[in-house]
């Protein structure tokens, strides 16, 4: 076996460490201060309740994606190929880790391929990063991403902290909005602009509708943390400020909850909901906010490292929470659940109402 290249150790390091070390961030999602109102007579049947929906023209039974987390080496590959299969299994969208890895060596190409293999029919979601787009790539490297994986959408991640922490990151973000344009204009298949753990506020998500995005993949503050993954990696190296630099940033960036609030309220895209979500609970609570389904990565990948049976019977019991939860919020499909009352409560209230937004006409619809 030829030994790994440099940015396969990275890749590699990155999944190790977040599997090994503490890399959650220990602020809150927000979604703790999110209450469903409880309905004692839902009036309808729990075994008459629909999940399904449709994202891109694909049907998903459920409104739960994979979100991107790897590929490019063979542990990842497996890891892959576990993930594509249960999604396949239980009708989920998955979505693969950056294919730059793949787009300079095409040697790896078989570590992504084995998502479509193995999830023939699922909504499956490519990746390339903003820094790529700052260095030249555009439309002919977007559409190789797309045809290696026959996916469905393209997923541009943004995660300037992650690339700011660590050591020879890519920090070009100047005229990226260009290229996105650039690159929706003429790809024809949609691209969902997607944060990697640090939110997405109303600002940028007009300017990314502007830009011509089909999407906005939240992923706020609450879950994994790059900037912990880039303070570990420093720790190891022995790179003293960027360790420090890692532990400031631990926490920065947008709860979950609020980042779902500002981008679903300032956009007509599509919104998924990521960035420490971890129960069916938390997904309802979503979905009711503006997003339109929900993405987990951190806790399916410790599943797929345990195997398929690990990684079926923990998405399952996600599953019979929110279905659950509809049944006691009385909503017989996911546009009744988007529509049911919310409520709103403690420091994610404040942020909101300092925002601007009417919490009250949230709390009494439906
Ligand atoms: C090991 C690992 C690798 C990841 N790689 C990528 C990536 O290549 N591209 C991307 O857009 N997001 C990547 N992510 C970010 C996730 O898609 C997600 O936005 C983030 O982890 C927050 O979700 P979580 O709290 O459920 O983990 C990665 C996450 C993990 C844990």
């Known amino acids: 076996m030829r030994p790994l290249t440099e940015i396969e150790k990275r890749k590699e390091r990155h999944l190790r460490l977040s599997l090994?070390?503490?890399?959650?961030?220990?602020?809150?999602?927000?979604?703790?201060?999110?209450?469903?109102?409880?309905?004692?007579?839902?009036?309808?049947?729990?075994?008459e309740i629909d999940t399904e929906t449709e994202l891109f023209g694909k049907r998903l039974a459920s409104p739960l994606i994979v979100s991107a987390i790897t590929g490019g080496t063979g542990f990842a590959k497996e890891i892959n190929s576990t993930l594509a299969e249960v999604a396949e299994e239980l009708g989920l969208g998955i979505g693969v880790g950056s294919q730059r890895i793949a787009l300079e060596d095409p040697g790896v190409e078989h570590t992504f391929t084995v998502v479509r293999e193995k999830a023939p029919s699922s909504l499956v979601m490519g990746n390339i990063g903003c820094p790529q787009l700052s260095i030249g790539w555009g439309v002919e490297e977007a559409k190789r991403c797309i045809d290696m994986i026959e996916a469905d959408a393209l997923g541009i991640h943004m995660n300037p902290l992650q690339e700011a922490v660590q050591v020879g990151g890519?920090?070009?973000y100047r005229g990226v909005l260009?290229?996105?344009?650039?690159?929706?204009?003429?790809?024809?298949?949609?691209v969902v602009m997607k944060e990697t753990g640090c939110g997405i506020s109303r600002e940028v998500a007009v300017s990314l509708k502007a830009a011509g995005a089909s999407a906005l993949e939240v992923s706020g503050v609450g879950g994994t943390s790059w900037a912990a993954v880039e303070h570990h990696i420093a720790r190891v190296e022995g790179r003293k400020s960027q360790e420090a630099l890692g532990e400031a940033l631990w926490n920065w960036g947008i709860p979950t909850a609020i980042s779902v609030v500002e981008a679903s309220r300032s956009t007509d895209l599509k919104i998924i909901a990521s960035g420490g979500l971890r129960t069916g609970v938390e997904m309802a609570k979503a979905i009711t906010l503006g997003a339109d389904a929900v993405g987990i990565a951190k806790p399916f990948l410790e599943k797929a490292v345990e195997g398929k049976g690990a990684l079926l019977e923990h998405a399952n019991d996600i599953l019979r929470e929110f279905r659950t939860v509809m049944f006691l919020v009385g909503a017989r499909n996911v546009e009744e659940l988007k529509k049911v009352p919310v409520v709103v409560l403690g420091r994610t209230s404040e942020w909101l109402r300092l925002r601007g937004y009417d919490l009250q006409s949230l709390a009494n619809r439906g």
């Open 20 to 47: 090994d070390e503490n890399v959650q961030s220990d602020i809150g999602t927000g979604f703790e201060d999110i209450r469903l109102i409880h309905r004692a007579l839902p009036e309808i049947d729990l075994d």
């Open 178 to 190: 260009e290229k996105i344009k650039a690159i929706t204009g003429e790809l024809g298949t949609p």
């Open 170 to 172: 890519d920090t070009q």
